[in-house]
Every structure is written in structure tokens, then in C-alpha cells.
């Protein structure tokens, strides 16, 4: 079993920006495509490294913005780079990688940038019991 999870996503779409203005349908689509993909996407990482998804976690993001401009979001800083994870966490919640995204399931540990590698973003789950 084991006690770290890393999660190679994709970027999350343009529209998962809390600065985007795109029409209520358009960011609906978008965010619920990746939501599922990021579920999809974690459930094979889990089962491939034996996770159990019912302990607490911190949750360590690292974005890999290398690239051009492909229709992802490339966040400028932290806070919108947190924001944008929303969908995210939800896609991590679906595919029961983690309980929920409540304070009593999740910590939120670093938020990095790594501009010379990517486009992508490495989850990295921890286990905090």
C-alpha cells in the first residue's frame, strides 16, 4: 500500500480560470470534461501504485508550464492556480482517490511553478494520518 500518490494531468482548461469570462455553458463543458479526465486519469495512478483513497491527505501541486499556447490555462500565480483546481479536486473525489475536499480529508500543501518542464500538472497526494 502506498502512503504517496504522483498524478501526471493536464492542464486544466482556459476556462477553469478565475479570471475567464466565457459564457456560463462554455465553462460548464469544459470544466466537466476535465473533471472527468482528471477522474479517469487517477483512478488508473491508483490502482497501478495499490492507493487506498480513505486517509487523510496533503495534496502538493506542481505546474509544468513549458509550451505554447494549446487552449490551457497557464496560471500567473498561486491563488489562481488553486482556484483554477476546482474541477480537479472534484475528478480526484469521483474516481475516490480521496474521501472528499473537506478540512477533515484534505491539507493543501505546496503550489509550485516549473516553467522547463510540461505542460502538466503533477498531483502529488500524501498520506497525513
Known amino acids: 500500500m502506498a502512503d ?10 482556459r476556462e477553469a480560470s478565475p479570471n475567464n469570462h466565457a459564457s456560463r ?7 466537466g470534461g476535465y473533471r472527468v479526465l482528471v477522474g479517469l ?16 491527505v496533503r495534496m502538493s501541486l506542481t ?3 513549458r509550451g505554447g499556447n494549446d487552449g490551457h ?5 498561486p491563488d489562481n492556480a488553486l482556484a483554477a483546481c476546482k474541477p480537479l479536486l472534484d475528478g480526484l473525489v469521483d474516481a475516490q482517490v480521496i474521501v ?4 477533515r480529508w484534505l491539507e493543501i500543501g505546496s ?12 498531483v502529488q497526494l500524501e498520506v497525513i494520518e
Open 4 to 13: 504517496v500518490l504522483e498524478i501526471e494531468l493536464p492542464l486544466p482548461p
Open 25 to 31: 455553458l462554455a465553462r460548464m463543458r469544459a470544466l
Open 41 to 56: 486519469i487517477a483512478r488508473q495512478a491508483a490502482a497501478r501504485a495499490g492507493w487506498r483513497g480513505d486517509r487523510p
Open 63 to 65: 505546474f509544468r508550464l
Open 73 to 77: 490555462y497557464r496560471p500567473g500565480d
Open 100 to 103: 472528499d475536499d473537506s478540512w
Open 111 to 122: 503550489i509550485r511553478c516549473d516553467r522547463d518542464a510540461g505542460p502538466g500538472v503533477l
